[in-house]
Structures are given as C-alpha cells and as structure tokens.
C-alpha cells in the first residue's frame, strides 16, 4: 500500500474544500486535496452562487449597513433552541474576514454584493429587507485554468455562462447578456454562478501549486495514540494511505444520497436530492467511527424539486424555487387544499412536507401539486431552467377545467374548485388571510420580476384554462447533520473534547444554522467560512510542529 505525507488533507473539492485547502496553503502547509468524483466542485459548482456574508465588506457598495449585534440577533432569532450561539458568533465575527482574506491572497477570488435581495426571514429581528448580505462572483473565464478548464462538474440548473444577477431571481433589475455576449462567452468559456466561484477557487489552489486528485474517496481515518493521523483511500490504482502531520478537513458534502442514513437521521421524508451523488455520508461515517458526538441530523437544506425527463438534465430533476413564488400559481395537496405560503424561502417551505396527519397517520402534503393557469405560461412560461414565455413543458399535466384537472389528480371533486375560488377572492383583495403570502420583503422579490416589491408580484388569479400541475417533490440541497465541531472547525468527541487533528466544514459538520437559513446562500456561507477556520487552524498547527520539530 503506497503512502504518502502532507501537512494537511482536505477530502472534497467543493467551497468548504477549497477554501480550507487555499488558507492552509496560502498559511506555508503544504496540501493535499482528495475528490471522490470524478470532476471538481461538487455541489457548489452546481448552484447559484450567492454567498450569505452578514457585515460583508462590499456592503457600502449597494448602501447596506449592517453590524456584528443586527447579524448575530437575527441569526438566534431563528433558532428554536438548536442555533449554538457560541458557533453563530464564530461565523458572525469570521465571515466577513474570510471575504477579505480569500480577495487580498486568494486571486482571482473576488466578490461583489447583490443590490437588494432580502435574507430569508427579513422580518424577523436583525434582517434585512433591503438586502447587502449576498454576494457574488464575477463572470470568470475558464480558459485561466488550463489543462482543469473541463474538469469543473457543469452544474444541471443553471445556465453556466451567466450570473444569478444576470437573472429575474438574482437582480430587481436584471440586464441579461445579449444574444451576442452570451454566444461570446459560451465561445470562450466564460462561466457564472457557482461555475464561477468553484472555478476562481480552483484557480487560486493551483496558483499555490496544489492540484486536486479526484476518484479518491476518503475510506476510513488513521488515528494513532487518540490523534488523527491520515486518511485511507479509496483509488482506481487501489488503497493509499496519506498521512496528515497537522490535520485532516472533511468537506465531502452531506449523507442524503445515502438511503440507510436518510432513513435514519432526517426528520422526515426525502425523496429528491438535488445535489452531487457522490453525498453519501462518507465524512459522517468516517467521523462516526473515530467516535464523533454527531448534531443537528434530523435537518437538510429542503427544496422542493419536480421530476422532469432525463433529455432535461441528466438528473431527471428540476429546482422548484423560483417557479412557484410567481403569481397566478398556488400549490394543493391530495385534499385540494392550500397548505402553506407558497413564496416561502424554499428552506422552510421543505418543513411542510413533514406535517403528519395523525388520524391516517400519512404525510398530510404529500403528495402535493404546483397549480398554475394558462395567464401564468403566456407570462412566464413553465419547465426548463428559466421558463420560455408562452410554452409549458409536455411533462406538466393540463387539462381545460379544475374539475378535469383535479380527476386526474385524483383530487375530491368540487375541492380544487373551492380552493381556486378563495384564492382568486383574496387576490382580489389584495390579502391572503390564509398563510400570508405576499406580505414579506421576500415573497416580492422572488415574484414576478416586473413587479418587485409590490403584491402583485407575489399573487395573482387563477382564471384562464387549460390549467397545469405539476407535481412537487420532497429534496434537498444536502444535509446538515454531522460531526460537532468548536470555533475552529475542530471535530469534538462524544463527551465534547477536541479529537486533535481533525476538522469539518460544510454540510459535513453539524451546521451552526440549525434547521434554519439565513439568506440567499446561507450554505455556502458558513461552509466557506469553516473551511477558512479549519485550513487557517491546521496550518497554524503545521506551523507549530515544524518550529517544534526544529527545536527539538
């Protein structure tokens, strides 16, 4: 069995990987970095991008104001008693730094602050409606990246060659490219969301030399006298053992590809994940094994998906965020009935699908359909990554009544009908009594994009046939269960004591967030930002045993 020595081993390749692996080289350790798949990214390669930053340093720029007591009074104000405030304040107080940090020694990586967009709960104490807490990357040309430009994993949602300002859900103005500028940058691999920022975190690890192994899957971790020493790997050449002087990062995503575990830890039903496959929990069972106290694992980042043919994405899978926060839309379930605000952020709305009906002891939402009319596809359009006005997918189910429409739903007669009329009757009144759509900052932002701001971006009529379903599913982003760590990033044993050289950030740790999300990219904000607290840690102990070992 070959074996090797570093300083530190980072296994996964996404935004907590890399910038764990960028800080403790760009801190004199020397790195290495392990993916299981077989191209670069993971999940962040494959989002929008945002990055939720509370006190960003590119506030002013879009005349946001914010401070450490607004950012920290909001993020416990969503707490429900599952938010350690000790790990918030962490976050709080790193976040910005790691903005700064990543933009001053970590080039090409820069950001910028999306005008705007409100948090996720901008009500609530210490939110923002105005919004300045998301970022964002730049268009990034990826031919900067050399013999990697083609190894970044092209994301399956969202079109790669623009920025999620560039799009109706990312700005109250959106100037998309032009014809002419889209077909340059497709031309010269010019790349946005996610694609950007894997790609410009990429291109800063490799600057300090180091270049990701991919097809190696973390197998089992070495541990020598209670201290983790090294990871097993799994390779297509066979097992390698690598030896980490300093520490080992755990950044391979969440478990929700793995049934067993889903079965196990999540709160309720998850049938869609969204993410990259190769989330299979390997971290979890790794940490697990070396006696990790484990938190926050009944929670996920829910999102509601619909299954769409595979000629769509290869996934067969389609995001479910933006589509039915527009108006002249509603979703019912197998009753025919309304059962939540549906412009809710996508994270809380997951939290409807685990409503249990005690009296049939069934899932009381599940399963559940997005209704929408003929106005809705003339405005928007409906199916694909961004819908083509006037056409609707051939996968939504229409028909040219309600009551045809509920039959074959299989929804009681007369109930859809019921429910349309009562709807239309408080758009009519400009109120939803009912679940309060439209009344937060967020549901008109993410509404119709003419209309920003105002109700009627968030609700609207459902009176011109045929009408449409779609049936939602419940999925997820990633998981949020995982390994407890401290203020650094370190895992903790089950009696709350360091397990000395080891380290998690993402969604393999067990998230500061709780079951709650602060804003529009409220997972890579805090991955980034325990990935930077775990590469800066590791190399500061990879310092401290060379100047040991020099001594000695």
């Given at each position: 069995?070959?074996?090797?020595?570093?300083?530190?081993?980072?296994?996964?390749?996404?935004?907590?990987?890399?910038?764990?692996?960028?800080?403790?080289?760009?801190?004199?350790?020397?790195?290495?970095?392990?993916?299981?798949?077989?191209?670069?990214?993971?999940?962040?390669?494959?989002?929008?991008?945002?990055?939720?930053?509370?006190?960003?340093?590119?506030?002013?720029?879009?005349?946001?104001?914010?401070?450490?007591?607004d950012a920290l009074t909001y993020i416990m104000s969503l707490s429900h008693?599952?938010?350690?405030?000790?790990?918030?304040?962490?976050?709080?107080?790193?976040?910005?730094?790691?903005?700064?940090?990543?933009?001053?020694?970590?080039?090409?990586?820069?950001?910028?602050?999306?005008?705007?967009?409100?948090?996720?709960?901008?009500?609530?104490?210490?939110?923002?409606?105005?919004?300045?807490?998301?970022?964002?990357?730049?268009?990034?040309?990826?031919?900067?990246?050399?013999?990697?430009?083609?190894?970044?994993?092209?994301?399956?949602?969202?079109?790669?060659?623009?920025?999620?300002?560039?799009?109706?859900?990312?700005?109250?103005?959106?100037?998309?490219?032009?014809?002419?500028?889209?077909?340059?940058?497709?031309?010269?691999?010019?790349?946005?969301?996610?694609?950007?920022?894997?790609?410009?975190?990429?291109?800063?690890?490799?600057?300090?030399?180091?270049?990701?192994?991919?097809?190696?899957?973390?197998?089992?971790?070495?541990?020598?006298?209670?201290?983790?020493?090294?990871?097993?790997?799994?390779?297509?050449?066979?097992?390698?053992?690598?030896?980490?002087?300093?520490?080992?990062?755990?950044a391979v995503g969440g478990f929700e590809w793995n049934p067993e575990y889903?079965?196990?830890?999540?709160?309720?039903?998850?049938?869609?994940?969204?993410?990259?496959?190769?989330?299979?929990?390997?971290?979890?069972?790794?940490?697990?094994?070396?006696?990790?106290?484990?938190?926050?694992?009944r929670e996920a980042w829910w999102i509601p998906a619909a299954v769409v043919?595979?000629?769509?994405?290869?996934?067969?899978?389609?995001?479910?965020?933006?589509?039915?926060?527009?108006?002249?839309?509603?979703?019912?379930?197998?009753?025919?009935?309304?059962?939540?605000?549906?412009?809710?952020?996508?994270?809380?709305?997951?939290?409807?699908?685990?409503?249990?009906?005690?009296?049939?002891?069934?899932?009381?939402?599940?399963?559940?359909?997005?209704?929408?009319?003929?106005?809705?596809?003339?405005?928007?359009?409906?199916?694909?990554?961004?819908?083509?006005?006037?056409?609707?997918?051939?996968?939504?189910?229409?028909?040219?009544?309600?009551?045809?429409?509920?039959?074959?739903?299989?929804?009681?007669?007369?109930?859809?009908?019921?429910?349309?009329?009562?709807?239309?009757?408080?758009?009519?009144?400009?109120?939803?009594?009912?679940?309060?759509?439209?009344?937060?900052?967020?549901?008109?932002?993410?509404?119709?994009?003419?209309?920003?701001?105002?109700?009627?971006?968030?609700?609207?009529?459902?009176?011109?046939?045929?009408?449409?379903?779609?049936?939602?599913?419940?999925?997820?982003?990633?998981?949020?269960?995982?390994?407890?760590?401290?203020?650094?990033?370190?895992?903790?044993?089950?009696?709350?004591?360091?397990?000395?050289?080891?380290?998690?950030?993402?969604?393999?740790?067990?998230?500061?967030?709780?079951?709650?999300?602060?804003?529009?990219?409220?997972?890579?904000?805090?991955?980034?930002?325990?990935?930077?607290?775990?590469?800066?840690?590791?190399?500061?102990?990879?310092?401290?045993?060379?100047?040991?070992?020099?001594?000695?």
């Amino acid at each position: 069995m070959t074996t090797r020595e570093v300083d530190v081993v980072v296994l996964g390749s996404g935004a907590a990987g890399l910038t764990a692996a960028v800080t403790a080289a760009e801190e004199g350790a020397s790195v290495a970095v392990f993916e299981k798949a077989d191209q670069v990214g993971g999940t962040t390669a494959w989002s929008g991008g945002h990055v939720w930053i509370p006190n960003n340093p590119h506030m002013a720029d879009v005349d946001a104001t914010d401070s450490r007591e607004d950012a920290l009074t909001y993020i416990m104000s969503l707490s429900h008693g599952l938010i350690d405030e000790a790990l918030a304040a962490a976050y709080v107080d790193a976040a910005p730094e790691m903005v700064r940090y990543l933009e001053q020694r970590a080039a090409p990586v820069e950001f910028y602050a999306v005008r705007g967009i409100p948090d996720y709960h901008p009500e609530f104490p210490g939110g923002k409606t105005g919004g300045g807490r998301t970022i964002e990357c730049p268009i990034y040309p990826f031919a900067e990246l050399g013999e990697w430009e083609h190894r970044v994993s092209p994301s399956p949602y969202f079109n790669g060659h623009i920025t999620m300002s560039e799009t109706p859900l990312g700005s109250a103005q959106p100037q998309p490219p032009s014809p002419d500028e889209l077909a340059r940058r497709e031309a010269s691999n010019e790349r946005g969301c996610g694609q950007a920022l894997a790609g410009r975190l990429l291109k800063a690890l490799l600057d300090k030399s180091v270049e990701p192994e991919t097809s190696c899957a973390g197998k089992e971790l070495l541990v020598e006298d209670g201290r983790v020493v090294g990871v097993r790997l799994s390779t297509p050449d066979g097992d390698v053992d690598v030896r980490a002087r300093a520490g080992v990062v755990l950044a391979v995503g969440g478990f929700e590809w793995n049934p067993e575990y889903v079965r196990a830890f999540l709160r309720g039903p998850m049938t869609h994940p969204v993410s990259m496959p190769t989330c299979e929990g390997d971290g979890l069972r790794m940490a697990m094994k070396v006696g990790a106290k484990l938190g926050n694992m009944r929670e996920a980042w829910w999102i509601p998906a619909a299954v769409v043919p595979k000629e769509d994405n290869w996934l067969g899978l389609q995001l479910m965020s933006g589509p039915r926060c527009l108006p002249r839309t509603i979703i019912v379930n197998r009753e025919g009935k309304r059962f939540t605000n549906e412009s809710a952020n996508y994270n809380a709305f997951g939290a409807a699908f685990h409503v249990l009906d005690v009296a049939r002891f069934d899932w009381a939402n599940l399963p559940c359909w997005m209704i929408l009319d003929q106005g809705y596809v003339d405005l928007y359009g409906f199916g694909g990554r961004f819908g083509v006005p006037g056409k609707a997918a051939d996968w939504a189910i229409s028909a040219p009544t309600l009551a045809e429409l509920a039959g074959k739903l299989g929804i009681p007669a007369g109930a859809l009908e019921e429910t349309v009329e009562r709807w239309n009757a408080n758009v009519a009144a400009r109120h939803d009594p009912d679940f309060h759509r439209g009344e937060s900052a967020h549901d008109r932002w993410w509404g119709d994009p003419n209309r920003k701001g105002e109700i009627e971006g968030a609700i609207g009529p459902i009176d011109r046939g045929p009408f449409y379903a779609a049936e939602l599913k419940s999925g997820t982003l990633g998981t949020k269960g995982g390994p407890v760590t401290d203020v650094h990033a370190r895992v903790l044993d089950i009696d709350g004591e360091v397990i000395p050289g080891l380290y998690a950030a993402g969604n393999t740790m067990a998230s500061a967030f709780g079951m709650t999300y602060g804003g529009p990219g409220g997972t890579l904000g805090p991955a980034m930002t325990f990935g930077w607290l775990a590469g800066r840690h590791a190399a500061g102990v990879a310092a401290a045993g060379t100047v040991a070992a020099a001594s000695a």
